[in-house]
């Protein structure tokens, strides 16, 4: 797993261009009134921008639909893991975490997209379950260690155990995408 700073780093294309541990979004200053410390009130000249951020934490991120297209929107990517039962497979994810991170909060669940223009009032966004619209072709899922206040920085590796009875690996070549025998999942960084 990659801390969300790390992912940051790894941002050369479209489909990862965002920050993983800020998330922005705009007021149409129009439908805006602030009141000034005298009472009075008074409307933007322009947007109103705002910034949600919280704590680090480590994700390892998914998606919930097989689409042969990410080999390209993610580039450098030839590979790819078919998870057939992921609550079994977060259920390994979080005891894998809690030796090498004690302490730290496993959370795992879809990711909840937003609009940077039109934000609800009651809209809740979060800097590590919340993407923009822009996104949301993706469908992603995310796997996350949050250590509230404990930094998380660079790679942490997670032993779960074979996974041949869980998921499959699917490798990209030149006629399309074929599927490797699942003794070889293994992700070193490098795949």
């Not at 297209?69 to 450098?76: A, E, L, N, P």
């Amino acid at each position: 797993m990659k801390s969300a700073e790390e992912y940051n780093k790894m941002e050369q294309d479209l489909a990862r261009k965002d920050d993983e541990r800020v998330k922005r979004y705009r007021s149409p200053g129009e439908y805006v009134t602030l009141a000034m410390p005298d009472g009075r009130q008074v409307r933007p000249t322009g947007d109103l921008e705002y910034s949600v951020s919280g704590t680090d934490y480590f994700l390892y991120c998914v998606s919930l639909d097989w689409d042969p297209d990410f080999f390209q929107d993610f580039s450098g990517s030839d590979c790819c893991v078919i998870i057939k039962d992921p609550e079994e497979f977060a259920l390994r994810m979080e005891r894998a975490g809690a030796k090498v991170l004690p302490g730290w909060m496993f959370h795992h669940c879809p990711i909840q997209y937003y609009d940077t223009h039109e934000r609800e009032h009651h809209e809740w966004i979060d800097n590590a379950m919340s993407k923009e619209f822009r996104f949301a072709y993706q469908r992603e899922y995310r796997f996350l260690f949050g250590g509230f206040g404990k930094a998380a920085s660079g790679y942490i590796d997670l032993e779960l155990g074979s996974l041949h009875d869980i998921a499959e690996l699917h490798m990209r070549h030149d006629r399309g995408v074929s599927q490797l025998s699942t003794e070889a999942i293994r992700y070193d960084g490098k795949r």
